[in-house]
């Protein structure tokens, strides 16, 4: 993966569908890439259920996806995708 502004900020590390993390985090982004399908979608909850983020591709190998200035504070995260990998950065 090529270097872009998503890389300047620490990251939680990469997620997957299934993977899951507790605990209350600040999120400030999220970069969804390698989704291998059209329509695709990745969808990041909260221990709620809450949909907290969620993303849809139009092509596979779409450019990486990502949701700036989101600041928002969150008691865990759960994430379902079509495929890729998910990073969370942290503020």
Not at 47 to 58: D, E, F, L
Request: charged share 10%; hydrophobic share 40%.
């Amino acid at each position: 993966m090529a270097a872009t502004g998503f890389d300047k900020r620490p990251a939680v590390g990469q997620m997957t569908s299934g993977d899951s993390v507790t605990g209350t985090l600040t999120i400030s982004g999220f970069q969804w890439y390698g989704a291998t399908t059209a329509a695709h979608t990745c969808t990041v909850t909260d221990t709620a259920g809450n949909v907290v983020w969620a993303s849809s591709v139009s092509a596979a190998g779409e450019a990486p996806n990502g949701f700036w200035n989101f600041q928002r504070e969150v008691l865990g995260l759960s994430v379902t995708m079509g495929s890729g990998t998910l990073l969370v950065y942290l503020e």
